[in-house]
């Protein structure tokens, strides 16, 4: 079985992953869903499991450009690996998990956006398109354990570090393992030499942050990572979205949000509260 030894600069992108055995055909995908001062405990619990269980890569991806554009550097960068594991829950506005997905399915048009993309900016305008073909050559399958936004059941697939570790090692078994419908097994590297790419023009752009009130729709979908997202209308606004807009701009508290008040979004109000200020 082929196997290679990734390049001196591997991985050539920084972010908020674990480096694990170079020669494993399995990166681990966390999505997520809040913002990095407020990274929830069972999510950095399941980038360690995928990483303790044999990954070659295990962590997080918050955004549907920079972020993905950053894996399919780091990816390509290492033709060991040839499996993704998408798990957490998907972020609404963004909707990384679902641009990841349509990517590896349907690729990206002529300005590099990704087909049927419901995201804000699925444009990977940081990466050439040959490292877009590549990625999607190189990996053959994504293993989709991708939870709804604002699930918290940490027995679902996407949410249980013990299937992220199963998932992993059936990626790296000799013979085809089935596991939640897929079959894998570790098929060797990509037969092309790896690509070492980094995204230095987008690493030397200043870091741009929007203040509240200055875009409405923006703040709006900030705040959205943070309430139930169960869209039950009992604040009056038809999703919790719409209530996320105008709590942004002050025509709503919340106190109108009565899910907010229970003991499962104590945090989330603590956060939703320190973004107000």
């Given at each position: 079985m082929?196997?290679?030894k990734p390049p001196d600069g591997y991985p050539p992108e920084?972010?908020?992953y674990v480096r694990g055995n170079d020669y494993s055909p399995v990166a681990v995908c966390v999505i997520l869903d809040t913002f990095d001062f407020a990274i929830p405990s069972e999510l950095n619990e399941l980038a360690m499991s995928g990483i303790d269980s044999g990954a070659a890569l295990s962590g997080l991806l918050q955004t549907e450009n920079i972020g993905i554009e950053k894996m399919i550097c780091n990816v390509v960068a290492n033709p060991n690996v040839r499996y993704i594991v998408l798990c957490g829950r998907e972020s609404s506005g963004h909707m990384p998990g679902e641009t990841l997905l349509l990517l590896k399915q349907k690729g990206v048009d002529k300005y590099k956006r990704v087909i049927d993309s419901t995201a804000l900016t699925p444009t990977l305008s940081n990466v050439p398109m040959e490292?877009?073909?590549r990625f999607n050559k190189q990996i053959v399958t994504i293993v989709n354990l991708l939870c709804?936004?604002?699930e918290r059941d940490t027995k679902a697939p996407g949410l249980n570090p013990t299937v992220i570790a199963e998932a992993v090692k059936a990626c790296y078994q000799e013979e085809a393992t089935p596991f939640m419908g897929y079959q894998l097994y570790d098929i060797g590297a990509y037969p092309e030499p790896a690509i070492l790419h980094q995204m230095v023009a987008v690493l030397q752009q200043p870091k741009q942050?929007?203040?509240?009130?200055?875009?409405?729709?923006?703040?709006g979908l900030m705040l959205h990572k943070f309430l139930p997202q169960s869209d039950c209308q009992k604040c009056g606004k038809r999703n919790c979205l719409a209530f996320a807009i105008d709590l942004g701009k002050g025509k709503l508290h919340l106190e109108d949000c009565p899910v907010l008040d229970q003991p499962d979004f104590a945090e989330n109000r603590k956060v939703l509260a320190k973004l107000l200020e």
């Open positions: 082929l196997k290679v920084q972010g908020r490292l877009i073909d709804k936004p604002g942050s929007v203040e509240p009130g200055k875009d409405k729709m923006s703040t």
